[in-house]
């Protein structure tokens, strides 16, 4: 099930049949060993950035409900120049408090004194998941699809402290492959480090996913709350954040533990943070 924070309503969170039978069946799982390559990726990549992609835009925003009013207006040259398209500026507002860094299903885990968190049945470290032993309390775990928007912001006001590539495959990241694969620590991912004003040292980590090879952020050292960090090209993805003392909403919590995941929309406040 989904919950949406903001009409406070649920809604059923249907799997696509066709990842069911690339990870629970024996054929689709020797298929999947193919398509989580960069390589098949890359090939898929180039057909999306040309013009002959065009044809699948009408057909993805029917199926996927977008409502186009909220993006400007242009002429695309390809399906994955739609896919990164720009939201009008007052479609989204940058709140109070703690906020959501992009479109997306939001789940929220503490950590454990020993650095572990269990992510659907995984158990995770924090040093698997960004090589480093660091010390955080909460990971916030923006799972993206391919019907949000895949831009995502910065969380407060801030410089960056260091960046880092860790290479790896591409699984989906939608919750079925969760039950066999510990994802977020095989699939190639971003990690930076950023130094916050009221969120103290952040971790700020861009996950791919199937079929999308490239994570583009933007060259910066120093941003603003709500400032664009980067984009993911075609596909779903993940952001995760790993932060320390923050105020969390409680209902996202909860539903975390109900294995519900929170719908929620870039700069939407999400808790706040203490002084």
Known sequence: MYYDLKNNSYIKNDTLKSLKFLYNTSIGRCILKILTTKFVANIYAKYMNSRLSKIKIKKFIKKNNIDMEEYEKKEYTSFNDFFIRKIKMNKRKIENGLI???DSKLSIYEIT?????????????????IRDNKKYKYALVFRLCVDDYHHYVFPDDGEILKSKHIDGILH???????????VFTENDREVTFLNCKNLGEVCYIEVGAMLIGKICNENKTKFKKGEEKGHF???GSTVILLVND???????????K????????MGQKIGGWYY
Do not use: H, M, R, W
């Open 233 to 235: 090209e075609f596909g």
């Open 113 to 129: 004194d020993d650095l572990k968190l269990n992510i659907k049945n995984s158990v995770y470290t924090i040093e698997e998941l």
């Open 100 to 102: 959501s860094v992009c």
């Open 246 to 256: 923050v105020d969390i909403n409680n209902v996202i919590i909860e539903n975390t």
């Open 258 to 265: 109900n294995d519900i995941e929170t719908i929620v929309k």
């Open 172 to 182: 989906t990241v939608q919750p079925i492959a969760f039950k066999k694969y510990k």
